[in-house]
C-alpha cells in the first residue's frame, strides 16, 4: 500500500476519533515513524515494513486516545527550533512567538550586552529563542521543575546556543551578582485559573497542572520580584490569559512605568510589559 493509501485511511482514522488537523497529524506520525521528511514521504514506493507499520499503529491508537502529538514525535517546531519535548514539561505554544516578537523589540536599543533572564523555562523555548536571535545576549533560565532545567539545558546543549538554567522558584534562583543588572525579565508563568483548566481538552491537560495553573499569582509574584533584579531602564514582559490585561496591567502600574498591553495574531490580549524606572 502506498504512503498516500494509509495517510488517507490513516486520516479518517483519527478524524473519526475527533482529531482535529487529522490529515496533519497523520503525517507529522508516519514521518517520525519513518525518519523522513514530507518530500521523501510522499516520494516513497517501497511499501511500510513489518515493524513501520506496527510502530505507526501503535501511534496512532495513542494519538485517537488523547496523547499530545508531540509527546509521540518527541519535538515541537517553535520559531526557528526544533525542540526536544518531554512528558512532565510544558509544550511550547505557537502563541508564545509573540512574546519572543516583543522581547526582540525590549532589546533592540541596547548597546551594550544585555542580560535576559526566562522565568518558567520549561523546555527553554522563549530563553533560546532569544539567544538564537539575540546571539551577544547572555541569556539565563530558571524553572522550579528538575526535570524541565534538564530538558533545557539538553536542548541547549543539542543546539549549541549558550544558555545558563538554574533551578529554582521565580526569581531566586538566579545569581546573586546579576542583581540590578539584568535589562529583561521575561515570563510565561502558569496562568490558566482552576475553572478553566476543568475545561481543557485532556490533551492541553496532559501538561503538568503546576505548569498550567495560576491565574494572575505568578504575574504578581514577578511584578513584586522584578525590580530588585532589573537595572532603572530594564523591562518586565509576560504572557497572560486573554481577560486577564486589566489585572494584570493594574498590577504592573503599580511598580512600573510605560505599561503597555500587545495583542496576538488573533487579536486577543497577550502580553504585557512594563519599565522600570
Request: proline share 5%.
Given at each position: 500500500m502506498r504512503p498516500s493509501e494509509?495517510?488517507?485511511?490513516?486520516?479518517?482514522?483519527?478524524?473519526?476519533?475527533?482529531?482535529?488537523?487529522?490529515?496533519?497529524?497523520?503525517?507529522?506520525l508516519l514521518m517520525s515513524v519513518l525518519g523522513v521528511d514530507r518530500a521523501s514521504l510522499y516520494g516513497r514506493t517501497t511499501p511500510l515494513a513489518v515493524v513501520e507499520a506496527r510502530s505507526f499503529g501503535r501511534a496512532l491508537c495513542q494519538r485517537a486516545?488523547?496523547?499530545?502529538?508531540?509527546?509521540?514525535?518527541?519535538?515541537?517546531?517553535?520559531?526557528?527550533?526544533?525542540?526536544?519535548?518531554?512528558?512532565?514539561?510544558?509544550?511550547?505554544?505557537?502563541?508564545?512567538?509573540?512574546?519572543?516578537?516583543?522581547?526582540?523589540?525590549?532589546?533592540?536599543?541596547?548597546?551594550?550586552?544585555?542580560?535576559?533572564?526566562d522565568v518558567g523555562t520549561g523546555t527553554g523555548a522563549i530563553a533560546l529563542s532569544i539567544k538564537k536571535e539575540r546571539p551577544d545576549a547572555k541569556v539565563v533560565a530558571t524553572d522550579v521543575s528538575g526535570e524541565a532545567v534538564w530538558l533545557a539545558g539538553r536542548n541547549a546543549a543539542r543546539l549549541s546556543l549558550d544558555l545558563e538554567v538554574h533551578e529554582g522558584d521565580l526569581l531566586s534562583a538566579v545569581p546573586h551578582e546579576l542583581k540590578g543588572r539584568v535589562d529583561l525579565v521575561v515570563s510565561n508563568p502558569p496562568y490558566v485559573t482552576r475553572e478553566e483548566y476543568d475545561e481543557l481538552p485532556d490533551e492541553v491537560r496532559a501538561d503538568p497542572e503546576s505548569a498550567l495553573v495560576g491565574g494572575t499569582l505568578f504575574h504578581r509574584a514577578l511584578v513584586e520580584q522584578a525590580p530588585r533584579w532589573l537595572r532603572?531602564?530594564?523591562?518586565?514582559?509576560?504572557?497572560?490569559?486573554?481577560?486577564?490585561?486589566?489585572?494584570?496591567?493594574?498590577?504592573?502600574?503599580?511598580?512600573?512605568?510605560?505599561?503597555h498591553v500587545s495583542r496576538d495574531l488573533a487579536d486577543r490580549d497577550r502580553l504585557v510589559s512594563g519599565y522600570h524606572a
Open positions: 494509509i495517510l488517507t485511511r490513516a486520516e479518517d482514522y483519527l478524524a473519526h476519533h475527533g482529531v482535529e488537523s487529522a490529515r496533519e497529524n497523520a503525517e507529522t486516545k488523547g496523547i499530545p502529538l508531540q509527546h509521540l514525535t518527541g519535538e515541537q517546531e517553535f520559531r526557528h527550533l526544533m525542540l526536544e519535548v518531554h512528558p512532565g514539561v510544558f509544550i511550547p505554544r505557537p502563541e508564545t512567538e509573540v512574546l519572543v516578537d516583543r522581547a526582540l523589540e525590549l532589546l533592540a536599543d541596547s548597546s551594550s550586552i544585555p542580560v535576559v533572564v532603572h531602564g530594564g523591562w518586565l514582559l509576560v504572557e497572560i490569559g486573554d481577560r486577564q490585561a486589566d489585572e494584570v496591567a493594574g498590577l504592573f502600574a503599580e511598580h512600573f512605568a510605560e505599561v
